[in-house]
């Protein structure tokens, strides 16, 4: 009977009619209209069997209305009641089937084609994927802020809309969508039909059932805290207090890090102990190693007797043979040998981490300009110059570019017309010549001749009448021994007249290497042209002096095996060394005592090098037979180094008594270079 009356609660319940339903709710759905909302609140009160008419329960058998008064009981009606109810049940999930189709053909691909990956992945890219046809699906423009604001101020319903992120589209909420969004922001569930307080369902048949499955009182051990989980628990307490048990304490970010260094290589030396660094791998054999090898790669008996008179390095280690079949294979006589040398390899290998670094060695090398935008530069031989019968020695350009001198072994001294290569005048000194050397004053064509233990001063007669009557004059001195009547030195240069070549003879004790004007004409020595710097080139070393305050200023460290030559730029900050070695040195005076650059140009000695009074250009020659032509641009900026690039290689002479070209010199006004040869010959090259 306590059962028929709960049902009879529930029946009642159940029949309730409509007015007493409580009224939908319409202040949150505002938006939405009436009659969707009252459909949906009649429709759900349809299908519960609760409406305020006539229904099937309730009508009895004669069609008349039972009133709730009646006193009839409802145990009787349960079983057509409950079965009503099921039918309808089954009937509403028949109705939500037909709304919730599952076709693929009602379904929207999602636009977002890249897969379950972090979209952090093409946040950079400009696509979100690709379509059918391998085509990128490029990614719509992103509005900012103020267009945003301006679009939502013009659309009355751009509150609805909301950024797919995960297929890059803007999506605007349906009425139904916004009807459940806010049910679940009030804490409801996302449908109406839904019931939180159904009334509970036994589900265990009471009936013909004298007791429960199980009657047994329940246990006090489950009242009562376990013995057992509290000696566990102690246990891990002690342990973790004792440190026996670590956790892994979470990776705090660092306050500082390098700002110019790498994070990895610091990782590395904090790393305590040696890393796993797995044994090299052998080589694995190929089509040489096989038992039955192709023909190509069988030798024949001459290739074989080849390799006897190799050395033993580069013969092959192994020299294939062809069997017939794996039983005819003999035993490999290297076998042990190669074994014990694997053994070695990995007892003696170095366990040493090295890091390759990947780059491309093109992109090592300088960036250097074009050679097309460095031009004028000396690159073709347009003319020679031969009158000589020894090799020469010495070159020299007048200041003017319109004669040039040259000294040789065979004694002789000649000066020549650049630009036809008509041979003026010849002197005869009678001993080898080491150096010639133009007087820079155009108004002064005096030439300096080296020979042995003199120095000649020579008159050119190439002036005017008065200039001629005026070097004359220069050219008379006193005679003034070098000893005198006890044999004492008296000076370490005697000044006597030389009345064969109608000059002046400077005789010293020792054999003059070089000569070099100053700019004004009046001193002999490698002077810089635009300060008072005397530099004095030793055999590794070049010391610099200041002849106003005379002491050393610098001493320019070449580090070379022996200096041959030496050139001063016109800027004067900038020197360039020729070594016997061939190697080249370029020294910027304002950056250090060190070469700035080392150059290794030439396989044979460097006998001069040069630079151009106006161009950036300078020159080397050497024993080999050539010269190297190179752009060497000076900036005025301190903070600037100079550019050097290589221009040409330029070839003729031949060599003759194991020398080659013994000098170099440029002309003052044009991108042209000089050389002479040990085969008598001097070349002109031009642009």
Known sequence: ??????????????????????EPDLSSDSDLDEDSIWSDAVGSSDIDGDSSGTSEDDVGGNGEMDSPDDGRDFSEDEGSLEHTREDRKDGNDTLQLVEESDSSEDEVAPRNTIGEVPLEWYKEEEHIGYNISGKKIKKHARKDKIDSFLAGVDDSKNWRKIYDEYNDEEVELTKKETKLIRRLLKGKTPHAGVDPYAPYVDWFEWEDKGHPLSNAPEPKR????????????????RAIRKGWIKFNKPKEEPQFYLLWGDDSNAAENKRQGLSYIPAPKPKLPGHEESYNPSVEYIPTQEEINSYQLMYEEDRPKFIPRRFESLRSIPAYEKAVKEEF?????????????????????????????????????????????????????????????QWMASGSTDGTVRVWEVETGRCLRVWNVGEAVEHVAWNPLPELPILAVSAGYDVILLNTGLGDAEDNMRIKELLRVEESPLTNDDGNKTSAVSWLQHTKLDGIRLQHFKAVSTIEWHRKGDYFTTVVPMRP?????????????????AKLIKKLET????????????GGDNVIVGSKEGKMCWFDMDLSSQPYKTLKTHPKDITNV????????????SDDCTAYVFHGMVYSDLNQDPLIVPLEILRGHTSSYGRGVLDCKFHPRQPWLFTAGADSVIKLYCH
Not at 227 to 236: D, F, N, P, S, Y
Not at 559 to 570: N, Q
């Open 559 to 570: 580090k070379l095996r022996e200096i041959s030559s030496i050139a001063i730029h016109p």
């Open 341 to 401: 040398d694997r053994c070695l390899d990995l007892y003696l290998c170095p366990r040493a981490r090295k890091k390759r670094i990947n780059i491309d060695p093109e992109s090592l090398k300088p960036k250097l300009p074009s050679k097309k935008d460095l031009k004028p530069y000396p690159s073709t031989c347009y003319l020679e110059y031969r009158g000589h019968s020894g090799p020469i020695k010495s070159i020299s350009v007048e200041i003017s570019g």
């Open 1 to 22: 009977m306590a059962k028929s009356d709960s049902s009879k609660k529930s029946v009642k319940k159940e029949k309730e009619p409509l007015e007493n339903q409580p």
């Open 533 to 549: 710097i005397f530099f004095v080139a030793t055999k590794k070393n070049i010391r610099v002096y200041d002849l106003l305050k």
């Open 610 to 621: 040069a630079f151009h009074r106006s161009y950036p250009l300078f020159a080397s020659c």
């Open 222 to 237: 489950r009242f009562v805290p376990s013995k057992w989980e509290q000696k566990t628990v102690a246990r891990l307490v």
